[in-house]
């Protein structure tokens, strides 16, 4: 059974860097086509994909944000942590970890979400 | 990007009837594999997003059977034969084919 799960803070102030832990189960980066990735929703708005990482080291990022994300995995390949730079209001929202195998194009699996509220 | 346009956002519907939901692509999601990775995501309120439908038409495990997808290239459609009280929530698709992958911009259906 494959389980992912964010953690991290739930209020951070603008300028500051938000990082961002998902511990998952049931899969490993060090497999072949695991992929590991970060979507985030603002309040009552849609889904944005921002960053994923493969089994490979593969990284992709979304373009308008890249200058502002990292994307890594740990020593373990059991964790996947995201690194926003410079939050501003406008990136409060709720982000998810999910699991998206390399070259399915889909998402399988979804973590609960982490609300990050950015507010001074 | 890709930008998916869904038709309708807003979306009441009679318990028991059909609905449909459009999701427009702004260009080709067929892949060089022959693979056209478009998927249908659920989303009840305060939840994670669940996903119904991948490479168009094929459902996942669970997933009732009233849940159906088809299109193929840039016109991709959800339906359900016969709405139940369950269905209430925000509708996504997702192209997974060319990163950046992109979601549409989400169809509340909610019960009349």
């Known amino acids: 059974q494959i389980t992912l799960k964010e953690s991290g803070p739930t209020l951070v102030k603008p300028t500051q860097t938000l990082t961002l832990t998902c511990t998952f189960s049931?899969?490993?980066?060090?497999?072949?086509?695991?992929?590991v990735g970060w979507i985030r929703q603002p309040p009552g708005k849609a889904l944005e994909w921002l960053a994923l990482i493969y089994w490979d080291e593969d990284r992709r990022y979304s373009p308008s944000l890249k200058s502002r994300l990292t994307i890594t995995t740990d020593t373990s390949k059991k964790q996947a942590v995201l690194t926003m730079t410079n939050m501003d209001p406008v990136d409060t929202a709720t982000y998810y970890c999910?699991?998206?195998?390399?070259?399915?194009?889909?998402?399988?699996?979804w973590g609960q979400g982490n609300l990050v509220t950015v507010s001074s | 990007d890709i930008v998916l346009t869904q038709s309708p956002l807003s979306l009441p519907v009679t318990l028991g009837q059909p609905a449909s939901i459009s999701c427009r692509s702004s260009?080709?999601?067929?892949?060089?594999?022959?693979?056209?990775?478009l998927n249908w995501f659920h989303q009840r309120p305060g939840q994670s997003p669940r996903r119904l439908i991948y490479k168009v038409s094929e459902r996942d495990s669970g997933v009732p059977d009233r849940f159906s997808g088809s299109g193929s290239g840039t016109d991709f459609t959800l339906k359900i034969s016969r709405v139940e009280a369950e269905d209430v929530g925000v509708y996504y698709c997702m192209q997974g084919t060319h990163w950046l992958y992109t979601f549409g911009q989400g169809t509340k259906l909610e019960i009349k």
């Open positions: 999910v699991h998206a195998r390399e070259a399915a194009g889909t998402i399988s699996h």
């Open positions: 049931g899969l490993s980066l060090s497999t072949t086509e695991v992929g």
């Open positions: 260009q080709s999601i067929l892949y060089s594999d022959g693979n056209t990775y």
